[in-house]
């Protein structure tokens, strides 16, 4: 570690740059398709020195997922006023995760596009940000239940499943918002609030929507 | 192709084997971690074999997704009864296509998480396969919009939007309910009916869910 104290930088800024420059080339290019020998030209560095700093090509791609993933989550968390009604919270939050998502598409692309890939390594870094989201997002659905007036007489499995459903409606809109342009965030934030909320809040009234007589039905 | 016409098998048969062990490797290991020898072993055949048949693993990989896409795809669109309500038709689809996934975990673990890592030429498969089943629902919400005696006057952008909201939370849902003991595919239909269509109900009765004063809220 002695050659790395002689570089006039700290070792913590030149991980940064590193990073900054390997999520751009992963998110752009895939895991497979990158190269180290891009990266470290990215980053202005040498190859030897992105690998006596991050070890791996795997490990670089983790070290990429885990910030990403932190800066993330950190951002909704910060986005969303506890205390406020719970549509209002979801709100923020979307507005909070549609715009941290357009200002880091190369972020995105890491977490969503590349990394949940199962048997990888790497997937498990981007499952346990899910399922920190997803809990976040049932919270904020049983808040919405309580505030209803009514009891929280949704069963906790339907109340897993929305979860479910409106965080994998984000992630698709996310990818939608930054593939297509001229769509902001605030537009894609919008569009799931309505798209969500108006349908929660029917049920959280009471007013699910009814499946057609089931003895009509083909069965399935 | 001589040694081939020697089997007794005809050769159809034989590689739709091969294709059922390579999508049951595939989903349960992951791409990376499948190895040839392992889909030839349970596929009861020999690895060469595999080769001449598909001739890579790669595009093993890739006659999988396509196999998978177009299953999942067919049994939506025979799910559907044209002519029927929109939100009949609706929940038609999304029970139809919950119940494929959950009969066919292993074909939507493919599709699902190992084959959208971009920058990998099998990923563009299920690309062509996504853009069919939100080309799908974008025109039933138009219909819906229709239905509901107004002008379809939600921009196209929105519906779009509505689109892809639409397929990323069914996405989500079928991992999850496949993920679940006990969550049948029915349930998933209506937690996401619940959750879709009466939010999209009110869209199209004019009810959107209105955001709160723009002036108060914190930029983004």
Same mark, same amino acid.
């Given at each position: 570690?002695?050659?790395?104290?002689?570089?006039?930088?700290? #070792? /913590?800024?030149?991980? &940064? &740059?590193?990073? *900054?420059?390997? @999520?751009?080339?992963?998110?752009?290019?895939?895991?497979?398709?990158?190269?180290? *020998? !891009?990266? /470290?030209?990215?980053?202005? @560095?040498?190859?030897?020195?992105?690998?006596?700093?991050?070890?791996?090509?795997?490990?670089?791609?983790?070290?990429?997922?885990?910030? !990403?993933?932190?800066?993330?989550?950190? +951002? @909704? #968390?910060?986005?969303?006023?506890?205390?406020?009604? %719970?549509?209002?919270?979801? $709100?923020?939050?979307? =507005?909070?995760?549609?715009?941290?998502?357009? #200002?880091?598409?190369?972020? $995105? +692309?890491?977490?969503?596009?590349?990394?949940?890939?199962?048997?990888?390594?790497?997937?498990?870094?981007?499952?346990?940000? =899910?399922?920190?989201?997803? +809990?976040?997002?049932?919270?904020?659905?049983?808040? /919405?239940?309580?505030?209803?007036?009514? *009891?929280?007489?949704?069963?906790? =499995?339907?109340?897993?499943?929305?979860?479910?459903?409106?965080?994998?409606?984000?992630?698709?809109?996310?990818?939608?918002?930054?593939?297509?342009?001229?769509?902001? %965030?605030?537009?894609? %934030?919008?569009?799931?609030?309505?798209?969500? $909320?108006?349908?929660?809040?029917?049920?959280? *009234?009471?007013?699910? $929507?009814?499946?057609?007589?089931? +003895?009509? !039905? @083909?069965?399935?």
């Amino acid at each position: 570690m002695d050659a790395v104290k002689t570089k006039r930088m700290p #070792r /913590a800024v030149r991980e &940064q &740059q590193m990073l *900054d420059a390997a @999520v751009r080339t992963f998110g752009q290019r895939g895991y497979m398709a990158a190269s180290m *020998d !891009e990266i /470290a030209e990215l980053a202005g @560095v040498s190859k030897p020195l992105v690998y006596l700093y991050l070890n791996s090509k795997e490990d670089l791609f983790t070290a990429c997922i885990r910030r !990403e993933a932190a800066a993330l989550t950190e +951002a @909704v #968390r910060a986005g969303v006023i506890p205390g406020r009604p %719970a549509d209002r919270q979801l $709100w923020e939050g979307l =507005r909070a995760f549609f715009t941290h998502t357009s #200002r880091h598409p190369d972020g $995105w +692309a890491v977490l969503h596009l590349q990394a949940r890939t199962h048997g990888e390594p790497f997937a498990a870094e981007v499952a346990a940000m =899910r399922a920190e989201i997803v +809990a976040f997002v049932t919270e904020l659905i049983l808040a /919405a239940a309580r505030e209803a007036h009514r *009891d929280p007489d949704l069963p906790e =499995r339907e109340v897993a499943g929305l979860a479910e459903a409106l965080v994998g409606a984000a992630e698709s809109l996310a990818a939608w918002a930054n593939a297509t342009p001229g769509v902001t %965030a605030r537009q894609a %934030a919008a569009t799931l609030m309505n798209f969500a $909320w108006a349908g929660l809040g029917n049920m959280m *009234d009471g007013r699910p $929507w009814s499946p057609p007589d089931a +003895a009509h !039905e @083909v069965s399935g």
